[in-house]
């Protein structure tokens, strides 16, 4: 129980820490956050009088007040989920990453477990045919695989696929005019749009997971029970996917969890490539245009996945292999 507790108390600490460093960070940023604002909002012709109102209005943080107060109050806002207003949109901070969160789950996770089957069925082959042609061509082409980043393959389909071939559209995340609904228009106008970034974070992630599985699919082959299967007679197929597949994917649980929040991150490039609305897409536009507000609770959603991600496959790893008990993982 204390194990759980500790890790459970770890999740809100976490975030406290990365609030604050987030909160340090973006006022050590040249001029300023206070100072950009106020130059923005004078070119909009905000009379100077009512500069400072506007900012704590859209960052909700007084900004003639101490720099404690406003970490206090910087705080407070996020507890509250209050992270102010976008000063490029003019719009709840809430609202717009509530609008862009769905698209980039969709991504990372549609991508992440298509990367995981497709790597892992690939690895198992290659561990029970060791050696083989297969073995050898599909070791260098995961190789190849890990060697290109994602990015470049995605910019390789977007000039061939979309500009040149017209056979993909080259941004949004639904064509325009068709209202979200369960409709087959809808879903197949989705899938449509969300094809080459899913295909471009599946390719770049198969090769490793590949290589992984078939390093973990050899071991397990080399187990004495095993060696027992089969000399009771069992089948390949049977050990295969009784013996060899279950305890080689184990070790490979966590990383796919801790996967899913390392790619979120991830999505910056990817969505900025393809204009899709998502986390990372907006991400890059409050860079941009100076909003920090935005940028702030992007970095703070990026996050807090993160560590649930890890909090997850902390918690569930004694549940998914039965060798591994909560009092054992507290002591690595």
């Given at each position: 129980m204390n194990y759980y507790l500790r890790r459970t108390l770890r999740i809100p600490l976490t975030v406290l820490a990365v609030a604050t460093l987030t909160f340090g960070l973006i006022r050590l940023l040249p001029g300023g956050p206070f100072t950009q604002l106020r130059i923005q909002l004078?070119?909009?012709?905000?009379?100077?009088?009512?500069?400072?109102?506007?900012?704590?209005?859209?960052q909700n943080i007084r900004p003639d007040a101490p720099l404690w107060q406003q970490y206090l109050d910087y705080l407070v806002g996020v507890a509250q989920l209050d992270l102010g207003r976008s000063i490029s949109l003019n719009q709840p901070v809430m609202e717009v990453l509530a609008r862009a969160i769905p698209w980039t789950i969709f991504l990372v996770v549609t991508s992440t477990v298509l990367m995981f089957v497709i790597g892992v069925l690939i690895g198992a082959v290659q561990a029970y045919w060791e050696g083989s042609t297969f073995d050898q061509m599909a070791s260098g082409s995961s190789i190849f695989l890990m060697a290109v980043p994602y990015y470049i393959f995605a910019v390789v389909f977007l000039f061939f696929l979309a500009f040149q071939l017209n056979m993909f559209p080259t941004g949004n995340a639904v064509d325009r005019g068709v209202e979200a609904s369960l409709s087959v228009e809808?879903?197949?106008?989705?899938?449509?749009?969300?094809?080459?970034?899913?295909?471009?974070?599946?390719?770049?992630?198969?090769?490793?997971?590949?290589?992984?599985?078939?390093?973990?699919?050899?071991?397990?082959?080399?187990?004495?029970?095993?060696?027992?299967?089969?000399?009771?007679?069992?089948?390949?197929?049977r050990i295969a996917t009784r013996y060899v597949a279950k305890n080689a994917i184990l070790p490979m649980y966590t990383g796919l969890l801790l996967l899913?929040?390392?790619?979120?991150?991830?999505?910056?490039?990817?969505?900025?490539?393809?204009?899709?609305?998502?986390?990372?897409?907006?991400?890059?536009?409050?860079?941009?245009?100076?909003?920090?507000?935005?940028?702030?609770?992007?970095?703070?959603?990026?996050?807090?996945?993160?560590?649930?991600?890890?909090?997850?496959?902390?918690?569930?790893?004694?549940?998914i292999d039965p060798r591994i008990s909560a009092g054992d993982s507290d002591g690595y």
């Open positions: 004078i070119r909009q012709g905000v009379p100077v009088e009512q500069v400072n109102a506007r900012i704590e209005a859209l809808y879903v197949a106008s989705v899938l449509h749009h969300a094809a080459l970034p899913i295909l471009s974070f599946t390719i770049g992630g198969i090769g490793s997971t590949a290589l992984n599985m078939r390093g973990n699919g050899i071991q397990v082959l080399g187990e004495e029970y095993v060696e027992v299967a089969r000399l009771r007679g069992l089948s390949d197929s899913i929040g390392f790619r979120l991150g991830g999505t910056v490039v990817l969505e900025q490539i393809f204009s899709y609305p998502g986390l990372g897409y907006y991400l890059i536009s409050a860079v941009q245009a100076n909003d920090y507000p935005l940028m702030m609770g992007c970095f703070l959603i990026i996050t807090v996945t993160l560590v649930v991600a890890v909090y997850v496959a902390d918690l569930t790893y004694g549940l």
